[in-house]
């Protein structure tokens, strides 16, 4: 069974860093992009950035460019998220997914897009 385990979130004042990792284990034959995403209670989930596994493309939201940085370690299967200049918007549940079964290589915003996802890590930024 495929899993996605996060870890890294917590609290942070304005102005600082946290960094998010997400690594998946089972048994993974093909996978084509992961991602992370949050959400606020009340609110759709919204895609924060994503990477291709296999050419290491990255793509992020417009609130957080410049700020945020995806990346992966194809050795450990895992995906991080450098979240520095952090903003109280930036507090949310942060889960990690991942796409194994779309057959497309380009990136997905769409949270349908991602077949696996983490069971979510909190990230709070005080003001």
């Known amino acids: 069974q495929v899993q996605l385990v996060e870890s890294g979130g917590g609290l942070v004042q304005a102005g600082g860093s946290l960094r998010l990792s997400c690594a998946e284990s089972?048994?993974?034959?093909?996978?084509?992009?992961m991602g992370w995403f949050r959400q606020v209670p009340g609110k759709e989930r919204e895609f924060v950035a994503g990477?291709?596994?296999?050419?290491?493309?990255?793509a992020y939201a417009d609130s957080v460019k410049g700020r945020f940085t995806i990346s992966r370690d194809i050795a450990k299967n895992t995906v991080y998220l450098q979240m520095n200049s952090l903003k109280p918007e930036d507090t949310a549940d942060y889960y990690c997914?991942?796409?194994?079964?779309?057959?497309?290589?380009?990136?997905?915003?769409?949270?349908?897009?991602?077949?696996?996802w983490g069971q979510g890590t909190q990230v709070t930024v005080s003001s």
């Open positions: 089972g048994l993974i034959f093909r996978r084509y992009k």
């Open positions: 997914a991942a796409d194994h079964v779309s057959g497309r290589t380009y990136l997905d915003t769409d949270p349908g897009m991602y077949d696996v």
């Open positions: 990477i291709t596994w296999t050419g290491g493309n990255t």
